[in-house]
């Protein structure tokens, strides 16, 4: 096995076929298609459906751990040439929905003014989505909201963001400022999947008082939640950055008592150790939290 192999394997992954991957690599599609039938020699499996072009479930495998193998291959560049010049090399981070939204283009324009040689690749997703591919060392770090149980994990809280109900314009509940969990007892809401790390903190909240929350629907992703909301579709707890006042008049927010804050954080894995860009990319993360938190209603730092 060797890098020409796993890069071949890539390309084809990410343009295709085999002639789009030759044409990516500027090399002619017999030569891709030796790499990859040496490599599926060498590991006894077939990797790619050579009449999709798309990776078998052994190719997926291989896939995945390539890609890192590369990623660690830059990151070594990266390391040795930031000892010496600025601090430069790709950083790939992930972050959930709601803090993307007001986090992401203050912290790229401290990347732009400090750090211009790093480049930052950003993957919007879930908190369940993104952790195992921070664990996987497919990102280099994420901004996700807690709990997480992964003792591979370094976890850096960065602020506790306020849980509320929101509510369409019409819905029982809209006419209301404040309403206690046990008042939402069996009342059906849009909630998120049993196991995704915001609907872990609502059960346990509402458990810790003797009650149980309904779920109307069950969404994965805060925005979509918020979305659904917006449009009618029935009443959802969310994070406090889900609801925009000034782009929204047709739901109000309605606090509930019982509910705790939800914290979100920054975590990457405790080994290896961070390449220079990913500490870049962190301390400009904790400059702009510090900087902007206190101006965001619901937004707290970390008690």
């Given at each position: 096995?060797d890098?020409?192999?796993?890069?071949?394997?890539?390309?084809i992954?990410?343009h295709?076929?085999?002639?789009?991957?030759a044409?990516?690599?500027?090399?002619?599609?017999?030569?891709?298609?030796?790499?990859?039938?040496?490599?599926?020699?060498?590991?006894?499996?077939?990797?790619?459906?050579?009449t999709?072009?798309?990776?078998?479930?052994?190719?997926?495998?291989?896939?995945e751990?390539?890609?890192?193998i590369?990623?660690?291959?830059?990151?070594i560049?990266?390391?040795?040439?930031?000892?010496?010049h600025?601090?430069?090399?790709?950083?790939?981070?992930?972050?959930i929905?709601?803090?993307?939204?007001?986090?992401?283009?203050?912290?790229?324009?401290?990347?732009?003014?400090?750090?211009?040689?790093?480049?930052?690749?950003?993957?919007?997703g879930?908190?369940?989505?993104?952790?195992?591919?921070?664990?996987?060392?497919?990102l280099?770090?994420?901004i996700?909201?807690?709990?997480?149980?992964?003792?591979?994990?370094t976890?850096?809280p960065?602020?506790?963001?306020?849980?509320?109900?929101?509510?369409?314009?019409?819905?029982?509940?809209?006419?209301?400022?404040?309403?206690?969990?046990e008042?939402?007892?069996?009342?059906?809401?849009?909630?998120?999947?049993?196991?995704?790390a915001?609907?872990?903190i609502?059960?346990?909240?509402?458990?810790e008082?003797?009650?149980?929350?309904?779920?109307?629907?069950?969404?994965?992703?805060?925005?979509?939640?918020?979305?659904l909301?917006?449009?009618?579709?029935?009443?959802?707890?969310?994070?406090?950055t889900?609801?925009?006042p000034?782009?929204?008049?047709?739901?109000?927010?309605?606090?509930?008592?019982?509910?705790?804050?939800?914290?979100?954080?920054?975590v990457?894995?405790?080994?290896?150790n961070?390449?220079?860009?990913?500490?870049?990319?962190?301390?400009?993360?904790?400059?702009?939290?510090?900087?902007?938190?206190?101006?965001?209603?619901?937004?707290h730092?970390?008690?």
């Open positions: 096995m890098l020409r192999q796993l890069t071949t394997l890539i390309a992954a990410d295709g076929s085999f002639s789009a991957a044409r990516a690599l500027y090399t002619v599609q017999s030569n891709v298609s030796g790499h990859i039938s040496r490599l599926e020699r060498e590991l006894g499996a077939t990797l790619v459906d050579r999709t072009g798309r990776m078998t479930d052994a190719g997926q495998q291989v896939l751990r390539a890609r890192r590369m990623h660690e291959l830059d990151d560049v990266s390391d040795v040439r930031s000892r010496e600025d601090v430069s090399g790709d950083v790939r981070i992930g972050v929905g709601t803090v993307a939204r007001w986090v992401m283009p203050l912290l790229l324009g401290q990347m732009t003014q400090h750090h211009p040689n790093v480049h930052t690749i950003v993957s919007e879930s908190s369940s989505a993104l952790v195992p591919n921070v664990t996987s060392g497919l280099n770090g994420a996700i909201h807690l709990p997480i149980d992964d003792p591979d994990l976890v850096d960065l602020f506790d963001e306020e849980l509320v109900l929101m509510a369409p314009l019409g819905h029982p509940l809209a006419s209301l400022t404040s309403v206690s969990i008042e939402l007892h069996l009342q059906p809401l849009l909630l998120p999947p049993e196991g995704a915001l609907r872990r609502l059960d346990r909240a509402a458990a008082h003797g009650v149980t929350l309904t779920a109307q629907t069950e969404v994965d992703g805060v925005r979509l939640l918020a979305s909301s917006r449009d009618g579709h029935g009443a959802a707890i969310v994070p406090a889900a609801f925009r000034e782009t929204t008049s047709d739901v109000t927010t309605i606090s509930v008592d019982g509910l705790p804050r939800r914290r979100v954080a920054w990457r894995r405790r080994r290896p961070p390449t220079p860009a990913t500490d870049a990319v962190h301390e400009a993360l904790v400059n702009v939290v510090r900087n902007h938190v206190d101006h965001h209603v619901g937004l730092r970390p008690g």
